[in-house]
């Protein structure tokens, strides 16, 4: 028995899956399949959100490093006059 007797290609996607002969077996292991992808797709949108948060404070932390920066600046300037 060679590898390609025990697969299925499908379609034109070339996907080979396993076949067992067995209905039931086939319909459970897709089904198993399909609520894997579907947590993949869950913890991709939560990954995603995590970083659409990190990024917004790292904008922020950013802006406000910006901010204290010119605050700096200023500072040095006004004691350099002063001397």
Known sequence: MSFSDDLDVQGGWDI???TTGDI???AIRKE???K???ASQ???RVMLERVKAT???IKKLTTENETLQMYIDNLTVQMA???
């Open 24 to 26: 039931v077996q086939d």
């Open 36 to 38: 894997d992808i579907i």
């Open 32 to 34: 198993k399949l399909i």
């Open 55 to 57: 990024d917004k404070e």
């Open 16 to 18: 080979a899956t396993p």
């Open 42 to 44: 869950e913890d991709l």
């Open 81 to 83: 006059k002063r001397r």
